[in-house]
C-alpha cells in the first residue's frame, strides 16, 4: 500500500463548514414558515447559495447576520411570487429537485429551473414522474427528462409512493411537494437514505407516523411557524480530513469539531471502522434534532473490507475519498452495488477509474462500482474533476498524503461544497 509522506505529531483542531443538505432544505423550510426565521451555520458555498438567491428572488427576504449567519423573513407558501428570470441552481442536484417538488405543490407559482452543463445532464424523470402522477405540471424544456424544467405549481392530491431508488432527494422532493399542497403523502423506499427533511418536520412540530425504518406517512396540517436553525459541519466535507488523518503517519489525533452525525450519514465512520480506521465520538450533542459530536481521528494502519449493500446510500458521497484510503490500505478496495455514483455531479465510477488509471492502478471497473489490489506506487498526473467537487477534493488528498504533485484541470468546484478546503489542507 502507499506510504503516507506526512506524519501528524502534534494536536491539531479542524472545523469544517455547514452541512450542505441541511443548509438547502433551511432556506426551503424558512419559506415554508411565515415569519422570522434564524439560520446559523448555514453553507456559504456556491449550492445552498444559489438555493437561498433563488428563494430570495420568490420573496423571501434575506438578511445577513455574520458568517454563515441569515435572518430569513418568508410571506408564507401561499403569497410566495413566481421569479422574473430563470431560478438558476448551479451545480446543485439537491437544489434543484427539492425546491421542483416544492414548487411544483404552489398553485400558481410559474417557473423556470436550471443549472450549469453538469448539473442539465442529470436525471430528472425520477422526480418529475412521481410529481406528475401527484398531479403536478413540469416539463424538460428539451425533452430529455433533464433540466431545465418548466414548473406550473398546482393543487396537488394525497400520494402514496414506493420507490425502487434509496434517493433523499427523490424522497424529499415529494415529501416538499405534500408540505406545499398541504396534502398527505406515504413513502417507502428500499433502504434508509438520508432523513433530514423528516428530521425538519418534526422539529416543527409535523406530523410523521413511521410504519418501518423506510416506510413513513406525513400529514396535515403543516402550520409551520420561523424559527432558528442551528446547522452542524457536514461529515461528507469532514469526510476528507477523517480520511487524512487516519492515512497520515505520526502519532496524534486529528479532533474534527461540530460535524453532524445522523444515523442516516455516518456509513463513513462504520466503514472506516471496518478497515481498522481508530476514530472516537466525543461531546456528543442534539441540536434542531440532529445528532452532533466531535471526532478524533487517529493515525490507524486500514486493510480491505467489504462494503455492503445496505450500507451504500449512507456513504454514496463519500465512496470517492473511501477509494483514496483504500490506496493506503492493506489489499487494496471494492465497491459494488453502488451504480447510482453515475448519477452524481459527474459519473463518479467513470471519474474515479479514468483519473485511477492515469495515476497507474489497475482498475477493474463493473457497472456498480469498481475494485482496484494493494497498489505500491502511484504515479504524478493531470487530475480530471469533470466538474465535480469531490472528485477534486479526493486527489487533492491523495497528493497531499502521497507527497505527489498532481495537477488539476479545475479545483474551482470545491466552492460549491467546501469553501476553505485547500486552505485546511495547506495548513496540514
Ligand atoms: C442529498 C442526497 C444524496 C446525496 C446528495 C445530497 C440530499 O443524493 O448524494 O449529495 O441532500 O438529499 P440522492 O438522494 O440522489 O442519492
Given at each position: 500500500m502507499?506510504?503516507?509522506?506526512?506524519?501528524?505529531?502534534?494536536?491539531?483542531?479542524?472545523?469544517?463548514?455547514?452541512?450542505?443538505?441541511?443548509?438547502?432544505?433551511?432556506?426551503?423550510?424558512?419559506?415554508?414558515?411565515?415569519?422570522?426565521?434564524?439560520?446559523?451555520?448555514?453553507?456559504?458555498?456556491?449550492?445552498?447559495?444559489?438555493?437561498?438567491?433563488?428563494?430570495?428572488?420568490?420573496?423571501?427576504?434575506?438578511?445577513?447576520?455574520?458568517?454563515?449567519?441569515?435572518?430569513?423573513?418568508?410571506?408564507?407558501?401561499?403569497?410566495?411570487?413566481?421569479?422574473?428570470?430563470?431560478?438558476?441552481?448551479?451545480?446543485?442536484?439537491?437544489?434543484?429537485?427539492?425546491?421542483?417538488?416544492?414548487?411544483?405543490?404552489?398553485?400558481?407559482?410559474?417557473?423556470?429551473?436550471?443549472?450549469?452543463?453538469?448539473?442539465?445532464?442529470?436525471?430528472?424523470?425520477?422526480?418529475?414522474?412521481?410529481?406528475?402522477?401527484?398531479?403536478?405540471?413540469?416539463?424538460?424544456?428539451?425533452?430529455?427528462?433533464?433540466?431545465?424544467?418548466?414548473?406550473?405549481?398546482?393543487?396537488?392530491?394525497?400520494?402514496?409512493?414506493?420507490?425502487?431508488?434509496?434517493?433523499?432527494?427523490?424522497?424529499?422532493?415529494?415529501?416538499?411537494?405534500?408540505?406545499?399542497?398541504?396534502?398527505?403523502?406515504?413513502?417507502?423506499?428500499?433502504?434508509?437514505?438520508?432523513?433530514?427533511?423528516?428530521?425538519?418536520?418534526?422539529?416543527?412540530?409535523?406530523?410523521?407516523?413511521?410504519?418501518?425504518?423506510?416506510?413513513?406517512?406525513?400529514?396535515?396540517?403543516?402550520?409551520?411557524?420561523?424559527?432558528?436553525?442551528?446547522?452542524?459541519?457536514?461529515?461528507?466535507?469532514?469526510?476528507?480530513?477523517?480520511v487524512?488523518?487516519l492515512c497520515?503517519?505520526?502519532?496524534?489525533?486529528?479532533?474534527?469539531?461540530?460535524?453532524?452525525?445522523?444515523?442516516?450519514?455516518?456509513?463513513i465512520l462504520t466503514v472506516l471502522h471496518n478497515m481498522g480506521g481508530k476514530i472516537?465520538?466525543?461531546?456528543?450533542?442534539?441540536?434542531?434534532?440532529?445528532?452532533?459530536?466531535?471526532?478524533?481521528?487517529?493515525?490507524s494502519q486500514l486493510k480491505r473490507t467489504v462494503i455492503?449493500?445496505?450500507?451504500?446510500?449512507?456513504?454514496?458521497?463519500?465512496?470517492?475519498?473511501l477509494?483514496?484510503a483504500g490506496?493506503f490500505s492493506e489489499g487494496g478496495f471494492?465497491?459494488?452495488?453502488?451504480?447510482?455514483?453515475?448519477?452524481?455531479?459527474?459519473?463518479?465510477?467513470?471519474?474515479?477509474?479514468?483519473?485511477?488509471?492515469?495515476?497507474?492502478?489497475?482498475?477493474?471497473?463493473?457497472?456498480?462500482?469498481?475494485?482496484?489490489?494493494?497498489?505500491?506506487?502511484?504515479?504524478?498526473?493531470?487530475?480530471?474533476?469533470?466538474?465535480?467537487?469531490?472528485?477534486?477534493?479526493?486527489?487533492?488528498?491523495?497528493?497531499?498524503?502521497?507527497?505527489?504533485?498532481?495537477?488539476?484541470?479545475?479545483?474551482?468546484?470545491?466552492?460549491?461544497?467546501?469553501?476553505?478546503?485547500?486552505?485546511?489542507?495547506?495548513?496540514?
Amino acid at each position: 500500500m502507499l506510504r503516507p509522506q506526512i506524519k501528524l505529531n502534534a494536536k491539531k483542531e479542524i472545523y469544517v463548514p455547514g452541512d450542505k443538505s441541511i443548509s438547502h432544505r433551511s432556506v426551503l423550510f424558512c419559506a415554508l414558515s411565515q415569519g422570522k426565521s434564524e439560520i446559523h451555520g448555514f453553507l456559504e458555498g456556491e449550492d445552498p447559495l444559489h438555493t437561498l438567491h433563488c428563494f430570495e428572488s420568490m420573496g423571501l427576504s434575506v438578511s445577513s447576520l455574520g458568517k454563515g449567519s441569515y435572518a430569513v423573513v418568508s410571506p408564507g407558501k401561499h403569497n410566495l411570487k413566481s421569479p422574473k428570470g430563470v431560478l438558476d441552481f448551479g451545480n446543485a442536484g439537491t437544489g434543484i429537485r427539492l425546491s421542483a417538488g416544492l414548487l411544483a405543490g404552489l398553485p400558481g407559482i410559474e417557473a423556470t429551473l436550471t443549472g450549469d452543463a453538469s448539473l442539465c445532464k442529470r436525471p430528472m424523470a425520477r422526480i418529475m414522474n412521481p410529481l406528475k402522477e401527484m398531479g403536478a405540471e413540469i416539463r424538460s424544456i428539451d425533452g430529455n427528462d433533464r433540466a431545465p424544467l418548466h414548473i406550473q405549481g398546482k393543487q396537488l392530491k394525497d400520494y402514496s409512493y414506493e420507490s425502487t431508488i434509496a434517493s433523499a432527494q427523490i424522497k424529499s422532493a415529494l415529501v416538499l411537494a405534500a408540505l406545499a399542497s398541504g396534502i398527505s403523502i406515504e413513502y417507502k423506499e428500499s433502504e434508509v437514505s438520508r432523513d433530514h427533511t423528516e428530521n425538519m418536520i418534526r422539529f416543527l412540530g409535523g406530523n410523521i407516523i413511521h410504519h418501518s425504518p423506510v416506510h413513513f406517512t406525513v400529514k396535515p396540517p403543516y402550520q409551520f411557524e420561523g424559527t432558528k436553525y442551528v446547522i452542524p459541519g457536514d461529515i461528507s466535507s469532514a469526510a476528507f480530513y477523517i480520511v487524512f488523518g487516519l492515512c497520515a503517519g505520526g502519532s496524534e489525533p486529528l479532533l474534527v469539531k461540530n460535524i453532524g452525525l445522523n444515523p442516516s450519514r455516518i456509513g463513513i465512520l462504520t466503514v472506516l471502522h471496518n478497515m481498522g480506521g481508530k476514530i472516537e465520538i466525543v461531546a456528543k450533542r442534539v441540536e434542531c434534532g440532529e445528532e452532533i459530536g466531535d471526532l478524533l481521528v487517529y493515525p490507524s494502519q486500514l486493510k480491505r473490507t467489504v462494503i455492503t449493500e445496505d450500507l451504500i446510500p449512507s456513504i454514496i458521497d463519500e465512496i470517492p475519498i473511501l477509494t483514496i484510503a483504500g490506496l493506503f490500505s492493506e489489499g487494496g478496495f471494492q465497491i459494488s452495488h453502488a451504480e447510482e455514483l453515475r448519477a452524481k455531479e459527474s459519473d463518479r465510477i467513470q471519474s474515479m477509474v479514468s483519473n485511477l488509471e492515469k495515476l497507474g492502478v489497475k482498475v477493474n471497473e463493473t457497472k456498480d462500482g469498481y475494485e482496484f489490489g494493494e497498489i505500491q506506487t502511484i504515479q504524478s498526473t493531470k487530475i480530471e474533476t469533470y466538474m465535480d467537487h469531490r472528485i477534486a477534493m479526493s486527489f487533492a488528498i491523495l497528493s497531499k498524503l502521497s507527497g505527489v504533485a498532481l495537477s488539476f484541470d479545475d479545483t474551482s468546484w470545491v466552492d460549491t461544497s467546501f469553501p476553505g478546503f485547500f486552505e485546511i489542507l495547506e495548513s496540514m
